[in-house]
């Protein structure tokens, strides 16, 4: 889960902002809380302000972030490292992302780095203990790029006791992160020497979803283990619950080859849940990627299939179902079919991801878009899914849906750099029209419309 996460000079972001998860004091919807030993963590943050405030410049943060942990370089898929620009200082120095994460055995963990174009300055991992915070390691690079590294005590699983730590290179990359260098050698060793490092680099591989309107990710969401048909059902309950005018859907299957169509770490990824398929069933593993509305299963022989989604209608006084191509579909319905892989995993209670969605309400109705969080709030009672989204729709300003320490704005101030701010630093009575107060400028983050002037022609 994710309890915090910091940036500064990144983006629209020029000093240090805070965006936490961690619950207020309010006893309001208790069961959108999740307690972690002594910290009460939200399940849910939904983040508003107008356009160009800097709400999806949060996510890619977050995005740039894991990309960068995930593949040690640092120009990206879907941006570069860009510090904030309309400040000549700023645009020199390096930008900087912290995280506190819950992960592995219940443990907590704050995780920080600061790189620019040049090299990662520094770099370090606390684990948070009740009343204190443990060391594990800290690093920093000098300007001629030598890189020390000092570890606090740390469990070693290792057989030689005269130096647990000699595993570990003598020097490290300057340009890459210390978190990915471990991560790289332990698929050269073959086995785990710091099993919470392993759990850490997890988190933000295979726990971290950021989701942008217009991007496909390579890496698919594992559904699960179950049959075909199992698969079909639960994907129809969830279709029924949105309501969307659609009679059915089938899978139908599509041309796919492994070898040429899978990215590298997807197929890493899916090798590892192959070889937990019971070899004496007939389920498969089954993945989902949206964006594209595509399945993938594999059964334990690592036999591969792939599926798109066909909506089906019907025509009246017939019984035979119309397909349709999902071209065929309006925008809002198409929005939602994408994000399905995403939704069958929130919806599950099951899971433990952290989905965090740019633009939640792009082509959705108000209502779809205040279901799809009602939907995830009432099913994830016993999970330790997060859902964090950004919107425009006020309609979501409820205090019948969201505690007052889930609504989140963001908008820019006057050296255009953006701030964020939760509702919970305001002090408003139970029965407040959040939805008006907020439409009436009481909190900022709403657009300043100039005033237009008809101009007539004689």
């Not at 910091?6 to 902002?17: G, H, I, M, R």
């Not at 999740?34 to 939200?42: N, P, Q, Y």
């Not at 048909?229 to 969307?244: G, K, M, N, P, S």
Request: proline share 5%; with cysteine; aromatic share 10%.
């Amino acid at each position: 889960m994710l309890i915090r996460f910091c940036v500064e000079n990144f983006l629209s972001f020029k000093d240090d902002v805070e965006f936490s998860m961690l619950a207020g004091e309010s006893d309001e919807h208790p069961d959108h809380v999740h307690k972690v030993r002594d910290m009460r963590i939200l399940k849910t943050g939904v983040i508003f302000g107008p356009n160009a405030s800097g709400k999806t410049n949060l996510i890619k943060a977050m995005s740039f972030a894991q990309n960068f942990i995930r593949t040690g370089s640092l120009p990206t898929e879907y941006h570069e490292l860009t510090p904030f620009l309309l400040d000549s200082e700023s645009a020199a120095k390096p930008s900087e992302f912290l995280f506190e994460i819950q992960c592995g055995m219940g443990q907590c963990f704050q995780y920080f780095f600061s790189v620019d174009s040049q090299r990662v300055n520094k770099e370090s991992l606390y684990e948070i203990l009740p009343d204190t915070e443990h060391m594990i390691f800290e690093r920093k690079t000098t300007v001629d790029g030598k890189t020390n590294i000092e570890f606090g005590k740390i469990p070693v699983l290792v057989t030689n006791d005269d130096d647990p730590m000699d595993f570990l290179p003598e020097s490290c990359d300057p340009r890459v992160l210390f978190l990915t260098q471990y991560k790289r050698l332990e698929l050269e060793l073959g086995e785990q020497r710091i099993p919470f490092l392993a759990h850490i680099y997890d988190w933000f591989d295979q726990t971290l979803f950021p989701v942008f309107p217009d991007s496909i990710p390579a890496q698919g969401i594992g559904l699960g283990l179950m049959k075909d048909d199992d698969l079909e059902r639960r994907l129809t309950e969830l279709i029924d619950v949105f309501d969307l005018g659609i009679d059915g859907f089938t899978l139908q299957q599509i041309d796919f080859n492994a070898e040429s169509d899978l990215p590298e770490d997807f197929a890493k990824n899916i090798k590892e849940v192959v070889e937990q398929i019971p070899k004496d069933t007939d389920q498969r593993a089954i993945f989902g990627r949206y964006g594209n509305e595509q399945y993938l299963t594999v059964d334990a022989e690592s036999k591969f299939a792939a599926y798109k989604l066909v909506t089906l209608h019907h025509r009246p006084n017939d019984d035979r179902p119309v397909p349709f191509d999902l071209r065929a579909e309006s925008d809002g319905t198409r929005r939602l079919l994408a994000l399905l892989p995403a939704l069958f995993r929130l919806h599950s209670g099951q899971s433990d991801h952290v989905f965090v969605i740019d633009e939640l309400d792009r082509s959705l109705h108000t209502h779809l878009t205040y279901n799809v969080l009602d939907q995830f709030l009432t099913s994830s009672i016993k999970g330790r899914s997060q859902l964090i989204v950004t919107t425009h729709d006020t309609g979501l300003l409820d205090f019948d849906l969201l505690r007052r320490d889930e609504i989140w704005f963001i908008e820019k101030d006057r050296k255009n750099s953006s701030t964020l701010f939760s509702l919970e630093e305001f002090k408003l009575p139970d029965n407040m029209n959040i939805e008006k107060g907020y439409l009436g400028g009481r909190f900022g983050a709403i657009p300043i419309l100039s005033i237009l002037h008809e101009v007539g022609t004689e």
